[in-house]
């Protein structure tokens, strides 16, 4: 089959290679997420994208390959949300904002949330590169943003990686212990209703020790 010749060489995709592509890639985020790396097979991502192993492997040429791929696809959504955070906004409404998209995330993305989650405890082997990289340059890029808001007295003198580190512990618990909260709350992120609550709670507390007395 001649389709995926050119996704293994890496050359220019077609429309129907793009889109055996993002198959691949879904059901490749659905095994990971559920059997970890060791425990996901290439026939079962194969089977759940609906197309043979060896066609799979016009596209990726390994297990790995297609691990790095769906971590790659990953980091770059989970990233966007802290790329709007505005230098010239309102950090009530920024944060609010920050805050609301990590929610969202959490409840339209909650296997991604979870391989993420799993393959940095795990150590990181396959994206310690982004994470000293590209993540540490946008981290560094936002506490700047963070510092300056203190400067200016617009948010109070706090360590902005503290804050950070705060939002996505907050957010993504979501996500990553969603039975949990399942269990014992009987509401689920996805509700809209549910999120909203989520959102109100957490930019109130986050806001009570973060913004200056009027």
């Given at each position: 089959m001649t389709d995926g010749d050119t996704p293994a060489q890496g050359g220019t995709r077609t429309r129907i290679q793009e889109r055996n592509r993002a198959r691949i890639l879904d059901a490749a985020?659905?095994?990971?997420?559920?059997?970890?790396?060791?425990?996901?097979?290439?026939?079962q991502i194969a089977e759940a994208a609906g197309m043979s192993k060896s066609n799979l492997l016009y596209y990726f040429r390994s297990k790995t390959e297609m691990y790095k791929a769906v971590?790659?696809?990953?980091?770059?959504?989970?990233?966007?949300?802290?790329?709007?955070l505005d230098p010239e906004g309102d950090p009530r409404a920024e944060l609010?904002?920050?805050?609301?998209?990590?929610?969202?995330?959490?409840?339209?993305?909650?296997?991604?949330?979870?391989?993420?989650?799993?393959?940095?405890?795990?150590?990181a082997p396959m994206?310690?590169?982004?994470?000293?990289?590209?993540?540490?340059?946008?981290?560094?890029?936002k506490t700047g943003v963070l510092r300056r808001w203190a400067a200016e007295?617009?948010?109070?003198?706090?360590?902005?990686?503290?804050l950070i580190f705060l939002?996505?512990?907050?957010?993504?618990?979501?996500?990553?212990?969603?039975?949990?909260?399942?269990?014992?709350?009987?509401?689920?992120?996805?509700?809209?209703?549910?999120?909203?609550e989520v959102r109100k709670t957490l930019t109130a507390l986050i806001f009570d020790g973060l913004l200056p007395p009027a």
């Open positions: 985020l659905v095994a990971f997420a559920r059997f970890g790396y060791r425990g996901a097979r290439v026939e971590l790659a696809a990953l980091l770059e959504r989970w990233l966007a949300p802290l790329r709007t609010t904002a920050y805050i609301e998209q990590k929610l969202r995330f959490s409840a339209e993305e909650p296997e991604a949330s979870r391989l993420f989650a799993n393959e940095v405890m795990q150590g994206i310690r590169d982004v994470l000293e990289g590209p993540l540490k340059e946008l981290v560094d890029e007295g617009r948010i109070r003198d706090v360590d902005p990686h503290q939002i996505w512990a907050t957010t993504q618990h979501y996500a990553d212990f969603a039975p949990q909260i399942a269990a014992l709350t009987g509401r689920d992120i996805a509700d809209p209703a549910y999120r909203a």
